[in-house]
């Protein structure tokens, strides 16, 4: 009786489990050959049961059309289907071939083994920071340089300079000449078999470079926020979230055991929620607001300060002078974020998310602070003081990218040797110290800032990030592996990376983007250096360039846009100033 | 169909390349790593099966909490062992990779967490998964006043039928919504 009832329930499964796989069949029939690909291989089967569908569809396939195909459609169904098979072998060939071109494969499994999802997304942004710039690099180098260096290949160096080798520090003096800053290049319409005019060939490839930029930036932004941005309800869902992120590429036996250790005590936490008490949460308050008004204070002080330096005289050695600024800057940029971090430590944050994000806000208020600074003295004092005020912009910018690069050298021996080495004798109590993934990030998106801030004064600027960038790779593995700890606590990776895009697209590339426009727009070109000597702003080549246009059959189109495209924007110019005239007279 | 341990066919290649998510060099990095683990007389076999002993020997696997079950969830065999062919294997690295979709890794997700595979994830199976993740000895398990605790705010948060399990629906629907689920459940060789 018994085996009876078995057998029958199994026969039942077994004719479920037909009909089951019948509906499957008959739904993946009906799709296109590339969809059902893509459907099968998202089915959570094992490859040999998805190669038994597969043949069934086919067997399928072959009964229902046959007929049909073989008698009268048959060579071009045939053709049809060897063309979609080479494509999709094609876009698999692709796909492969992009793997073995990635650099530094083996590195990055190393750290992501050891230290986790977290600390391994700073080496993926660095990674695609640097894809960035050798791109940038070759867009400048190409349509801007190339064409300059075949036609003059020898710079016009004055008779009396040398290369000497501070210029390497200074960015002055030997390089001022060269095709290093925006100096060096010149305004003719280039002869040869090809007429190429360096003046728009330099305002269109910046301008289209930066575009370019802009797009790239949105798009990761937006696929990011895609995959990971999700309506999460804060207060539930903490216990499942906990479970649910271990890392699975963890393969070092003692993180393993340390993230056990951390999750238990998280769990634990959860396990026992704790309400904090009026007194307690004015406390906190206090606490908040006091650091908050103390580091605000320090980033404006810190403006203040650049400021003051550059517009005092001192009675210092010309060259000493120059290197003084970029050197305070990158002081202020390496000592101020330790502090903000300190401060951490004494605000008791509720959420790991919280204290990350404030730690984000501050250095990001400190770093635009110096920046706007610098940026307000190159344009309003600077540019009308020298005489090739564009190279001297780029000299200046130069600068702070080397110091730059000097400092964060400098910083992984202050923030993570110096702390390991406290860490592990003068105070055992602080431990060892753990990689600091938000300061780490940030300094990058400072340092990629510099360069998209410079692309107009020094086109080859992108040569000297990538040359930085590569060599910072190795100084923070190589730091990372002696001197850190894997995280303890599982950090919100994927979240964080979606942040890092996004704060690099708004403050820091609409920044910048603002200033290489503003300086196109407002401010007048030096007279005697540069492809746009002699103009009245940078834009107005733009206006000559369409007037030759009208002049050409078949163009008149682009001579329209142009022309109405103006004609709005000085329309909008006149109006605002009436409104702000209404409004100053209703006040 | 099977593959000998010396080459795998350019056309089984491009299958698996459309069966899995993984791309050529990750399959035939896998077909490397496989038949490493493969002992001379078993290297001339077609369709070979590993114990679930040498897999484990992988350092990928050899410091998982989980890799028991891993082993477990992804094996075709008859004797549920936990040995693994050549083509199950592809299936661990494929649902474990960077282009498998969140359904694919939240299923076999749910799969790893049945510790009795009874289709559902209840008291027991959570328990299990609790004690996996935070320690084997008595010292760094949570006490059963906090488990006791700590389940009951897993069911509330996810049981939506409350019937005091979490099937595979309210198992995926609670982690869509943790966005560091995909970007953690992932093996690379």
Redesign the interface.
Known sequence: MVVCVKITVRAYLVILCVTEEQNLVKELVALSTQDR?WA???L?M???E??HI?WVLTDKQLKVMSFVVSVILGTKLKVQCLFSQSF??CG??L??AR??LELWQGIM?EI??TFG?SVLSYFVFLKWLLMFNIFSFLVNFGFITIPLLVFDPSPNIPPNVSFRGLEILTGAGYFQYTIMYYGGYSNETLGGPVKYNMQLAYFFTIAIYMVLCGIALIFSMASSFK???????PS??K???L???????????RA??QR??N??ES??E???RRQLTLSEKLKHFGVYLGFWLLSTGLAVGCGASIYYLYAANWSLLQEAKTLLVPFVVSLMNLVVPLFYSLFNKFEHYSSQRRQIYALVVRNVLLKMSILAVLCYYWMNVVAKKFSCWESMVGQALYRLVIFDFLFLMLGSFFGEFLSNVIGTRLLPRLGVPEFDVARNVLELIYAQTLAWIGIYFSPLLPAIQIFKLFILFYIKKVSLMKNCQPPRR?G????MQTIFIALLFFPYFVGSLSMVAYTAWRLTPSEQCGPFRGLNNTFSVVGVWIDDLGGIPGSQWVVWIYQNVIRTIHGIKNNSEDYLFILYLKL | MGTTASQLGKDLL????????L????ILLAHKRFTELLTKDEKDLPNTRVPAERILTL??L?????RKRICHV?S?SEQKDGSLTF??F??LLS??SDSA?L??KS???FRIFDFDDDGTLDCGDLEK??NC???ETDE????T???R??IN??LE??DIDKDGTVNLSEFQH???????????????L
Not at chain 1, 243 to 253: G, K, Q, V, Y
Not at chain 1, 492 to 495: D, F, G
Not at chain 2, 14 to 21: A, D, G
Not at chain 2, 62 to 66: E, H, I, L, M, V
């Open positions: 690909i099968i291989r998202d959570p094992s490859v040999d998805k190669k597969r999709r072998r698999y060939n796909r492969s793997q073995t499994k992501g083994g999802t995959k990971n941005y999700v309506l999460a309800d539930s869902n216990a499942w979230q479970l649910s992120s271990w890392d699975f590429s963890i393969t070092n036996e393993v055991r056990k250790n999750l238990r769990l634990s959860k396990a026992q599982s919100r990776a994927a979240q | 491009s299958e698996y390349q459309e069966l899995t998510f791309t050529k060099q990750e350092p990928e050899k410091s998982n909490p989980f992804f075709t083509e199950d592809l299936d649902a474990f979709t359904e694919i299923h076999y997700a998964l609790v993740l935070t320690g760094t398990r949570l006490t006043e906090e488990m605790q700590l705010n897993i948060e996810s609670v982690i869509s919504r943790s966005p560091d689920f995909v970007s953690s459940f992932k093996i690379v």
